[in-house]
């Protein structure tokens, strides 16, 4: 592997000490306690991430990953692999619905070519990270050679690196791949032994026909290998370079301490495979959405994720947690700016 994460786990007795306050200070403020439900949850998560009482957020940005599949040319798609390299350059445009939505929400979108079969040339603002123009078909072969998913790895540990050095502290990570849900099935179905007629969905909208085939295709896929327990290796299995990298900026978010924000499906199985590789990578999540996609609360019960939001979303580009967002903005700044029932001179339960 490319690199060993080293990552900081929030479950130490000077962070026990440390959660001990943040919830004094969360349960002082003027409210009956508990009763801003998950906002006191993500309010207590941002804290000890930071390592402190008034955590400070800056610079949040969305990066969108973008590759390829060969497995896509195996139908599984409703859209032909063309629309990746078609939709990076809507990114770029700032026409695509994460760039509208981030726009909404005072998030900037980056955009990062992990391995899209398509020259880019010198496309202004695209983050040029290609692996290989696209993945092997893992219904028949691995998806990527050992080399090239260290590659992604490190690459998306790079970006996350640097992002800390520019001063951001909290990222939200999208994608954007024709058959990625595919890729997010398998991994899966290998990782947390989901059955795959559980984890296997409709992805861009295919029909009956279209699902009956995706399922067989996949099936086909997993028969190549047992059951896998390294991160790593089902990443070079069934992964893409986009969640790979993903897996790998995760990784590299938490080793800085950032705050990450946890998208739909497809993100959700780049944390499946990033805490098969550092398990500490949970402590530094933000769940922000219940997609609905076939699949992801299955994901989201393997990695522990309790999501703020459910609002049938299955778009991906990371449109979830630019959505999620402003609930963590609010959740900083109710820690910090809410009086306590002593400052404010109110009096609190009696008893």
Request: proline share 3%.
């Amino acid at each position: 592997m490319a690199f060993i994460p080293e990552i900081t786990s929030l479950h130490t007795a000077a962070q026990a000490e440390l959660a001990a306050r943040l919830r004094h200070k969360i349960d002082t403020k003027t409210k009956p306690l508990g009763a801003l439900g998950q906002l006191e949850t993500v309010a207590l998560r941002l804290g000890l991430v930071q390592n402190t009482l008034s955590p400070a957020l800056r610079d949040p940005r969305v990066y969108v990953f973008a590759g390829d599949h060969g497995i896509a040319h195996e139908g599984v798609s409703a859209y032909p692999q063309d629309v990746s390299w078609q939709m990076v350059m809507n990114f770029l445009a700032g026409g695509a619905a994460v760039n509208a939505l981030a726009r909404a929400v005072g998030m900037s979108v980056r955009v990062v070519d992990a391995g899209v079969n398509h020259d880019f040339a010198n496309a202004p603002g695209l983050i040029h990270a290609k692996v290989a123009p696209g993945t092997a078909n893992s219904a028949e072969q691995p998806a990527m050679t050992a080399a090239q998913c260290d590659a992604a790895l490190a690459q998306g540990r790079a970006l996350m690196h640097q992002a800390a050095e520019d001063g951001c502290n909290v990222v939200a990570f999208g994608e954007m791949g024709i058959a990625n849900t595919s890729a997010a099935s398998l991994l899966l179905h290998k990782l947390a032994g989901v059955p795959l007629d559980v984890a296997v969905g409709r992805g861009t909208g295919v029909d009956d026909a279209g699902l009956a085939r995706k399922r067989e295709v996949l099936a086909r896929a997993a028969a190549r290998t047992g059951a896998l327990t390294d991160g790593v290796e089902a990443l070079r299995e069934y992964g893409g370079f986009e969640i790979a990298m993903m897996a790998g900026a995760m990784l590299g978010a938490a080793e800085r301490r950032m705050v990450v924000l946890v998208d739909g499906f497809i993100a959700s199985s780049a944390l499946l495979a990033a805490r098969h590789i550092a398990p500490a990578v949970l402590d530094y999540c933000v769940f922000a959405h219940r997609s609905a996609e076939a699949g992801h609360a299955a994901m989201l019960q393997a990695v522990g994720g309790e999501p703020l939001l459910a609002l049938d979303l299955r778009l991906g580009e990371g449109t979830g947690a630019v959505l999620a967002w402003p609930l963590v903005k609010a959740a900083a700044a109710f820690l910090n700016e809410m009086a306590s029932f002593e400052s404010a001179g109110v009096a609190g339960k009696e008893g």
